[in-house]
T-cell receptor, first 114, second 115 residues
Framework: AQKITQTQPGMFVQEKEAVTLDCTYDTSDQSYGLFWYKQPSSGEMIFLIYQGSYDEQNATEGRYSLNFQKARKSANLVISASQLGDSAMYFCAMRRGNFNKFYFGSGTKLNVKP | NAGVTQTPKFRILKIGQSMTLQCTQDMNHNYMYWYRQDPGMGLKLIYYSVGAGITDKGEVPNGYNVSRSTTEDFPLRLELAAPSQTSVYFC??????????????FGEGSRLTVL
């Protein structure tokens, strides 16, 4: 079974500091994709970053980077220079390569303190 | 750009009633999905479709039905609503071969309460 684990239900970070949100995954597929989505209190789902299983370099999108450690099956999200607007739920997701089915973790609620 | 549009945004149902959540996308995406999100939880896949006429079950399909007669539309049918179906429902779409890994594009969500 495909599984995504986010072990941090909630986290606090000081404004302007960096924070790492953990994500581990379990799959026997060779080809897969890893994603992070942000869900603010308004409820919409916002795409942040994508990493393919064959990508050798870690993905980066502005202040977001994905620390991909394939052997450890981890795909942690790093947010640099946190802002108050980063306070939200963050979901890690995995796409199975052959079927385009996406599986989500239980999420991490991030609170940025001024 | 409309993207993925879901209706209704809010609905209250009585136990045993039925309803259809509508979803349409204008991006010509081949994949479409229905997820449910229970309070404080992640998203669970209900059904998905790889193209018109092709659907398959996800993780939590019981109590739901779908159809995909066109590329654009993917309605979700709730039969005999139960309190356990109280949730927020998200429709999403994706395009195979998209350079961003086939990212999911989400609708705004539909909040359903069954009393």
């Amino acid at each position: 079974a495909q599984k995504i684990t986010q072990t941090q239900p909630g986290m606090f970070v000081q404004e302007k500091e960096a924070v790492t949100l953990d994500c581990t995954y379990d799959t026997s597929d060779q080809s897969y994709g890893l994603f992070w989505y942000k869900q603010p209190s308004s409820g919409e789902m916002i795409f942040l970053i994508y990493q393919g299983s064959y990508d050798e370099q870690n993905a980066t999108e502005g202040r977001y980077s994905l620390n991909f450690q394939k052997a450890r099956k981890s795909a942690n999200l790093v947010i640099s220079a946190s802002q108050l607007g980063d306070s939200a739920m963050y979901f890690c997701a995995m796409r199975r390569g052959n079927f385009n089915k996406f599986y989500f973790g239980s999420g991490t609620k991030l609170n940025v303190k001024p | 750009n409309a993207g993925v549009t879901q209706t209704p945004k809010f609905r209250i149902l009585k136990i045993g009633q039925s309803m259809t959540l509508q979803c349409t996308q204008d991006m010509n995406h081949n994949y479409m999905y229905w997820y449910r999100q229970d309070p404080g939880m992640g998203l669970k896949l209900i059904y998905y479709s790889v193209g018109a006429g092709i659907t398959d079950k996800g993780e939590v399909p019981n109590g739901y039905n779908v159809s995909r007669s066109t590329t654009e539309d993917f309605p979700l049918r709730l039969e005999l609503a139960a309190p356990s179906q109280t949730s927020v429902y998200f429709c999403a779409s994706s395009l195979q071969g998209d350079p961003r890994g086939g990212e999911l594009f989400f609708g705004e969500g539909s909040r359903l309460t069954v009393l």
